[in-house]
């Protein structure tokens, strides 16, 4: 299994972009899928972003669509988050998570269906 550390969080104003990094330690990371997920104060965790094991297949919530893209360098052990346009309504801790059960479009949004998780970072947007 796979210990998963995110970074890159910040505060940066709206409009502004941050890349958020999830660092993977451990051996097979290439054959889990990867999932960015969200949780803003006071409400549920969220899906933002999920990638399959090689990079070929990707999905987004609405919410993040054209403004955020996942990437994966399977040599570095790491995926990646580039947040683009961000907006207030962004403001929340980032969390990263990771799986070995094969990606299915469907139900990839859904917390349970990711092992392991990070601790994640915090990004705030300012207005």
């Known amino acids: 299994q796979v210990h998963l550390v995110e970074s890159g969080g910040g505060l940066v104003q709206a409009g502004g972009s941050l890349r958020l990094s999830c660092a993977a330690s451990?051996?097979?990371?290439?054959?889990?899928?990867m999932g960015w997920f969200r949780q803003a104060p006071g409400k549920d965790r969220e899906f933002v972003a999920a990638?399959?094991?090689?990079?070929?297949?990707?999905d987004y919530a609405d919410s993040v669509k054209g403004r955020f893209t996942i990437s994966r360098d399977n040599a570095k052990n790491t995926v990646y988050l580039q947040m683009n346009s961000l907006k207030s309504e962004d403001t929340a801790v980032y969390y990263c998570a990771g799986d070995r059960r094969p990606y299915y479009r469907a139900s990839v949004y859904l917390l349970q269906n990711f092992e392991t998780w990070g601790q994640g970072t915090q990004v705030t947007v300012s207005s």
């Open positions: 451990g051996r097979a990371f290439s054959n889990y899928r």
């Open positions: 990638i399959n094991w090689s990079g070929s297949t990707t």
